[in-house]
């Protein structure tokens, strides 16, 4: 069911706003105010350790002597908050690696801190998201 409330904004403020969500496409109000709302929530679920989902997607130089060894040796160590993870040769050097992981949000940054530190990973993002247990 959906309720209805007042909200009371400076006017400068509920300028930018409305600028902002026009340029992110949003068409109206409440769906922004309904995004901004739950994603403070997938934030709250990893700052207090819960349970999330997220994906992590890294690039790397496939010719770094034993990298790809550590890659794979780093996630045999974090099997159990492993869904699914994808490989694609992207060029002569350049392997992507989308790897879906679940469980406790800290095991979840732990290994994402891991396989960024190596070297010869360009770049490692985790993008973090929710079960959706909570979230409605
Ligand atoms: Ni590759």
Aim: charged share 30%; proline share 1%.
């Amino acid at each position: 069911m959906l309720k209805r409330f007042t909200i009371s904004l400076d006017e400068k403020l509920l300028e930018t706003f409305d600028a902002v969500i026009k340029q992110q496409k949003y068409e109206n109000r409440s769906e922004a105010i309904r995004d901004l709302i739950r994603s403070s929530f997938v934030e709250e679920e990893w700052q207090a350790d819960k349970d999330v989902i997220g994906v992590i997607s890294m690039v790397y130089d496939h010719h770094q002597p034993n990298l790809q060894e550590k890659v794979t040796e780093i996630q045999h160590d974090y099997h159990h908050q492993i869904v699914s993870a994808t490989h694609i040769h992207m060029d002569h050097h350049n392997c992507l690696e989308v790897v879906i992981v679940k469980g406790k949000a800290g095991s979840v940054n732990e290994l994402a801190d891991r396989l960024r530190s190596q070297r010869g990973v360009r770049n490692c993002k985790l993008a973090m998201s929710t079960t959706g247990r909570d979230l409605h």
